[in-house]
Nanobody, 115 residues
Framework: VQLVESGGGLVQPGGSLRLSCAAS????????MNWYRQAPGKEREWVAV????????NYADSVKGRFTISRDNGKNTVYLQMNSLKPEDTAVYYC?????????WGRGTQVTVSS
């Protein structure tokens, strides 16, 4: 299993970014996928989840209405569209897979929201 995040960067408050997580090594379309984030000095926190077929999503209250999770099962990729970004969204963003009895994480992509 391999999960590779990309798309992070430096953005001004109010701006947008789209993160991608490219997955390989398993049947991507069979599993729900999650995004998490970890800010400096804080614990990793859950951000969003999407069902295996993409028909169901859920979000942390802190990002609801601003972030959108989606997936393309043909490309084995999950996305996180982030709009109206705030400085408190600054963190390393990770995608996560729970498969059978194991949990898999990518290496993360840094998002910095600053003027």
């Amino acid at each position: 299993v391999q999960l590779v995040e990309s798309g992070g960067g430096l953005v001004q408050p109010g701006g947008s970014l789209r993160l991608s997580c490219a997955a390989s090594g398993f049947t991507f379309s069979s599993y729900a996928m999650n995004w998490y984030r970890q800010a400096p000095g804080k614990e990793r926190e859950w951000v969003a989840v999407i069902s295996s077929a993409g028909g169901s999503t859920n979000y942390a209250d802190s990002v609801k209405g601003r972030f959108t999770i989606s997936r393309d099962n043909g490309k084995n990729t999950v996305y996180l569209q982030m709009n109206s970004l705030k400085p408190e969204d600054t963190a390393v963003y990770y995608c996560k897979l729970d498969r059978l009895t194991r949990t898999y994480w990518g290496r993360g992509t840094q998002v910095t929201v600053s003027s």
